[in-house]
């Protein structure tokens, strides 16, 4: 996460994510899943801005890069949430846990889409952690604000460091691992979005219909090795996500970007976390444009041109 400060004013750039491989190993007692994904941050960010004042209260202004969005879409009902939005509760939180009287005006300018599978929501909280303890001159640890970080959503953890990683448990256990910078991707996220939640029971239904729980895992060495070789054609091919089939029942977008993608003659494609944004691996930036313009045309969503970042 990049930070920034001029005189009180914070700034932070927050990521979206992608993930590479995302395996379910099994239903927990507290009914969440654990996990086994592989993660990389993209240079698709939005920007956190946060001021520290002496009012005691949280200001939060939630504004859209994008001014097309329709009514009615996740962003227009983000932009309503005020303080359930999750940077309110990351800031409430931290002036809990440091016992802190002051308050904060926070302009959070969003450009990852939201519902999306692209962790927006999870890397805005992080960087609200990250800043509020700034703002307000709170030493926490690495630790403090990993408990804070899993106590707000699965995914943030990840966020508080920068790179690669691979994500176990809820996916707040975080081993970082040597990724590869500057891979070309086209992220095409369609009109209809999905919620974690929902993608996760759809998932349980499918297993109870099987009439059982477990399922094989594909294992994560295969992708993890073609990295560290930087073997592009063997990363594309090793790409796996658990939750898309069951995602692509729930949303008829899925197939549709599979097939587009495949079509199109991608290095590797795959859906990202709970989705329903999609991507795929290009061969270089003009490749990707190149995709990203048909996909547009062809009516499937908006569509980024990205770069991982290492
Ligand atoms: O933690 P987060 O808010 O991102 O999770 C959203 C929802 O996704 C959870 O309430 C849960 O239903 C589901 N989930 C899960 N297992 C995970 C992560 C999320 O079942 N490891």
């Given amino acids: 996460m990049h930070i920034r400060r001029r005189d009180d004013l914070f700034e932070l750039w927050a990521?979206?994510?992608?993930?590479?491989?995302?395996?379910?190993?099994?239903?927990?007692?507290?009914?969440?899943h654990e996990l086994e994904t592989l993660m990389c941050p993209i240079n698709l960010c939005d920007t956190l801005y946060v001021q520290s004042h002496s009012s005691g209260r949280i200001w939060l202004d939630c504004q859209f890069a994008d001014?097309?969005?329709p009514n009615g879409s996740p962003e227009a009902r983000l932009a309503d949430e005020g303080a359930d939005n999750l940077v309110c509760r990351a800031l409430e939180l931290v002036r809990h846990e440091a016992g802190v009287k002051l308050g904060a005006t926070v302009r959070l300018v969003k450009r990852i889409p939201v519902a999306a599978g692209l962790a927006g929501g999870s890397s805005d909280a992080a960087a609200a952690l990250v800043a509020a303890a700034a703002a307000w001159k709170i030493d926490f640890t690495p630790q403090d604000l990993l408990r804070l970080a899993a106590q707000l959503g699965s995914d943030i953890a990840f966020f508080l460091q920068t790179g690669w990683a691979v994500c176990r448990g809820r996916g707040e256990i975080v081993q970082p691992v040597a990724?590869?910078?500057?891979?070309?991707?086209?992220?095409?996220?369609?009109?209809?979005?999905?919620?974690?939640?929902?993608?996760?029971?759809?998932?349980?239904?499918?297993?109870?219909?099987r009439g059982r729980t477990d399922h094989e895992h594909r294992s994560i060495d295969g992708l993890l090795d073609a990295v560290q070789t930087?073997?592009?054609?063997?990363?594309?091919?090793?790409?796996?996500?658990?939750?898309?089939?069951?995602?692509?029942?729930?949303?008829?977008?899925?197939?549709?970007?599979?097939?587009?993608?495949?079509?199109?003659?991608?290095v590797g494609h795959l859906m990202s976390g709970s989705g329903t944004s999609y991507f795929g691996i290009c061969r270089g930036a003009r490749h990707a444009r190149g995709i990203a313009r048909r996909m547009v045309a062809r009516g499937l969503g908006r569509a980024f041109v990205v770069r991982s970042r290492q």
């Avoid at 990724?179 to 998932?203: E, I, S």
């Fill in 15 to 32: 990521p979206a994510k992608l993930n590479l491989h995302l395996e379910v190993l099994g239903r927990r007692s507290d009914g969440f």
């Fill in 67 to 69: 001014r097309r969005l």
């Fill in 179 to 209: 990724g590869l910078g500057n891979l070309a991707v086209v992220v095409v996220t369609p009109p209809q979005g999905l919620a974690t939640a929902d993608v996760f029971a759809a998932l349980r239904r499918h297993d109870e219909q």
């Fill in 230 to 266: 930087g073997h592009l054609g063997r990363i594309g091919q090793a790409l796996h996500n658990r939750l898309q089939t069951v995602a692509g029942r729930l949303s008829p977008w899925i197939a549709r970007l599979a097939d587009e993608f495949a079509r199109a003659g991608v």
